[in-house]
């Protein structure tokens, strides 16, 4: 068996800086290293309609911009293998198969399931469909037998959740399952960038994003409202860093030559973040140097962005053959599951000629 990535995003909006940091930048590193078999990127279409099931044109028009941010950031559907959720219906099944190997308490547990449904405020009225997708996206990864699941920390608890999933499919019927592992963004303060406004997470839905699409002009107003230390009133205080998005920022995306060329007297964010703390610079200028990072990570992926805008029929037909390549590879486990827990009954001549010689006179 080789090693196998697996990963993918809700197309319910463009894509961010958080995605972009928390696993997407990673993939693309991963995907041109070549060190595994085989890269399995996809559109959860189906994850996203468990809580936007009143909204379906939401999720159609978002394909498109999700692909556009994946093939400009740097993938390449010569090297893996893009794919949309719901045009392999063998997920569905696997989804049902493993549902019947886990506990209403247990998914109850999972602290991110819990996170996201108040977020959703569906405490009192809770889809089924959001509930179980954390079974859904065990089946996502189990259906590909996906050994590496690039993700920010925040999936962890899905991954456990998987892991359990594939064991016991294993112990209960026979080895067919993989146990996948997390790869997390080598940058630990990338593992959950906080939003504009200094709030836990970026999120589409908070309205505190950086997205990968936007031009130079949007990413500097953004920039300038960014939040910053509310201790940091005049421009001799002392200045706190921890907490501080435009720090926990340059913490994710600045390098040495960023300063060299935007900055230079600093040599590196070290050196700014103890003059910072000691007072005499000012958030203006800190997040001068933000823009000027973020806008030179931000253009090559806007050029590449405005190269595929032009062919959109291409890119629904890789999306297309992408598709059929993963389904291929879904169905081929879904054989091997079906075999294991012998409900393969067209196939098993064993069990045709048994039955035949019982009901022999």
Known sequence: MGKIILTGDRPTGKLHLGHYVGSLRRRVQLQNEGNYDRMFVFMADVQAL?????????????????ALDYLSAGLDPQLCTLYIQSQIPELAEL???????VSVSRVQRNPTVKTEIKMR???ANLPMGFFCYPVSQAADITAFKATTIPAGEDQEPMIELTRELARRFNQVYSEVLVEPNILLPENATARRLPGTDGKEKMSKSLGNCIYLS???DTVWKKVKSMYTDPTHVNLNDPGHVEGNAVFTYLDAFSTDQDFTDFWPEFKNLDELKTAYTHGGIGDMKCK???????????DPIRERRHTFEQDIPEIFNLLKKGSEQARETAAQTMDEVRKAMQIDYFNDAALIQQQAEKYKK
């Open 214 to 216: 936007d031009d130079a």
């Open 95 to 101: 989804t049902t198969y493993l549902m019947n190997l």
């Open 50 to 66: 468990t809580d936007n099931a009143d909204n379906p044109e939401k999720i159609r028009q978002n394909i498109i911009e999700v």
């Open 288 to 298: 001068k140097l933000l823009n000027s990072v973020i806008n030179r990570m931000l």
């Open 121 to 123: 405020n569906f405490e």
